[in-house]
């Protein structure tokens, strides 16, 4: 059944207090949110006699939560934010000694100061492939490094998702992905699936359900299944086994898997995070957390060579944001 577009009314910023009440309630639930589309929020209105407006995607997708929150602790003395991962500890000596190096070093300025590659620089790319191999597990992949896993995450829904596509987040979900599936597409396209009770884990029982139903009924399945291992924001470590689970059940109806490892290391007492590949699974990475480097934006995607990314239409899209800022790749 297709989706209505929802009515025109414009949305006008909530107060704070008012705003944090309006945290769609599948976030933090498994049943409400199985199956249901991310809530429909009010357009934009009739533009009569206004151009300077911005686009109804952006009105409609939903305000950052961190963004509510620093409102919220300026607004409230004595209020102590856990909305954002901020590490207390500073990047490697070693990564700070290296940068010092190469500031002084002029064949290193000359690269600085140049264009460079798209995909990133060819040495760190090959360093982050033997790494990929080493601990992920991960062969015959190749690398395209963004400023950040946020903006991996923004160019593999601009390349891999049409406006009338839909991805699946499973609650309790990463709140930025949410938003940027609602800007480069449209909040009807945000699938919402609960987790499993008493884990927190992706349901995958729901996941197949939904896929056999739509292929049943001969109605298009998502485009795109996400998930966030470890999970954030609980922490949750997904097992190997359900993961490939999620993967088979994606491969065989056709959808991209894309996977958040942004807290790869953050994991405890005897567990091993693990990952999958194939042609229809995007990995994302990050130095953020794990290397204390929040303010380097650094991060990068993991694909396999023959999914046919690095090619064609969908390169120029993996590309479109990074030459905003060239050379910093």
């Known amino acids: 059944k297709r989706l209505g ?29 199985h199956g249901k589309t991310s809530e429909r929020r009010p357009g934009m209105a009739a533009r009569a006699g206004r151009t300077t407006v911005p686009s109804t995607r952006i009105v409609d997708t939903d305000d950052p939560i961190v963004a509510q929150m620093r409102r919220l ?4 003395e004595g209020t102590a934010s856990l909305a954002q991962g901020i590490v207390y500890y500073p990047p490697p000596e070693q990564v700070l000694a290296r940068v010092r190096a190469a500031l002084d070093d002029p064949a290193t300025q000359k690269v600085l100061n140049s264009y460079g590659a798209d995909e990133g620089l060819l040495e760190l790319r090959k360093a982050l492939c033997d790494k990929l191999a080493r601990e992920n597990g991960l062969d015959d992949v190749d690398i395209f490094v963004t400023h950040g896993a946020q903006q991996a995450f923004a160019n593999v829904v601009i ?22 599936v609602q800007m480069c597409c449209r909040p009807e396209s945000v699938v919402i699936g609960g987790y499993q009770e008493g884990t927190l884990r992706p349901d995958v029982a ?3 359900e939904l896929l056999l139903a739509r ?11 996400v998930v966030v291992n470890p999970s954030n924001p609980t922490g949750v ?23 958040d490892n942004t807290y790869e290391h953050f994991v405890y007492d005897g567990n091993e995070h693990s990952c999958v590949g ?26 396999d060579h023959d999914a046919g ?15 905003a800022n060239p050379g910093l790749g």
């Not at 292929?215 to 299944?225: F, L």
């Open 5 to 33: 577009r929802g009515d025109t009314t414009r949305r006008q910023r909530a107060p704070v207090s008012s705003s944090i009440n309006h945290i769609p309630s599948t976030l933090g639930t498994g049943g409400p949110g």
């Open 73 to 76: 602790v300026q607004a409230v």
């Open 159 to 180: 390349s891999l998702m049409d406006p009338d596509d839909e991805a699946v987040l499973f609650a309790p979900y990463y709140f930025n992905h949410k938003m940027a």
């Open 206 to 208: 729901w996941l197949e």
């Open 215 to 225: 292929s049943r009924d001969g109605v298009r399945p998502p485009k795109m299944v």
């Open 237 to 259: 470590l997904l097992p190997k086994e359900e993961l490939q689970e999620i993967s088979d059940l994606c491969k065989s109806h056709g959808i991209w898997l894309v996977v």
């Open 278 to 303: 194939g042609r229809h699974v995007v990995n994302i990475f990050s130095f953020s957390k794990a290397f204390g480097m929040m303010g380097w934006r650094q991060g990068y995607l993991a694909y």
């Open 309 to 323: 990314l690095a090619e064609g239409d969908a390169s120029l899209a993996l590309r479109s944001l990074d030459e």
